[in-house]
C-alpha cells in the first residue's frame, strides 16, 4: 500500500532572515514519494494581500525523499520567496506522497526550529 495523500495544505509559512550564526534561516517541504511513480507536484501559493502564484513545479523520484528550501529559488521554479511574510501552500500531487514542513528561525538568541506534517 502506497502512503500518503494527493492534496495537502501548509497554513502556517513564513520564510526568515538568515540570521546569524552557523546554521541560516530557512524553511524546508521534505516530500517522500512512497510509488513506484515519479509524482509531480504543484504548488500554489497564497497570501494575505494578493492573488495567488500558481507557477511552481516539484518532481521527487519513485521511492526516495526529496527537500525543498522556499529560500532556493531553483526550488521554486525560479519564484523568490520573499522574506518575513505569512503566506500559505498547497501541494497538489498527481500520486499520494506524504509531506512535512519544517522552519528554521534564528531571529532571536534562542535557536527556533519545527516541523510539521501539512494537512
Given at each position: 500500500m502506497v502512503c500518503g495523500k494527493k492534496n495537502w495544505i501548509i497554513p502556517d509559512c513564513e520564510l526568515p532572515p538568515e540570521g546569524e550564526g552557523i546554521m541560516k534561516g530557512h524553511e524546508s517541504v521534505i516530500i517522500v514519494n512512497d510509488s513506484k511513480e515519479k509524482a509531480t507536484v504543484k504548488v500554489k501559493l497564497f497570501f494575505v494581500d494578493r492573488e495567488p502564484y500558481e507557477g511552481i513545479t516539484w518532481t521527487v523520484e519513485p521511492?526516495?525523499?526529496?527537500?525543498?528550501?522556499?529560500?532556493?529559488?531553483d526550488d521554486m521554479s525560479?519564484?523568490?520567496?520573499?522574506?518575513?511574510?505569512?503566506?500559505?501552500?498547497?501541494?497538489?500531487?498527481?500520486?499520494?506522497?506524504?509531506?512535512?514542513?519544517?522552519?528554521?528561525?534564528?531571529?532571536?538568541?534562542?535557536?527556533?526550529?519545527?516541523?510539521?506534517?501539512?494537512?
Open positions: 521511492n526516495r525523499v526529496k527537500c525543498f528550501r522556499m529560500n532556493n529559488p525560479g519564484y523568490v520567496v520573499e522574506k518575513e511574510i505569512q503566506y500559505a501552500m498547497k501541494l497538489e500531487s498527481d500520486t499520494r506522497i506524504v509531506v512535512q514542513y519544517g522552519r528554521l528561525d534564528n531571529r532571536q538568541t534562542n535557536l527556533a526550529y519545527y516541523t510539521t506534517l501539512g494537512y
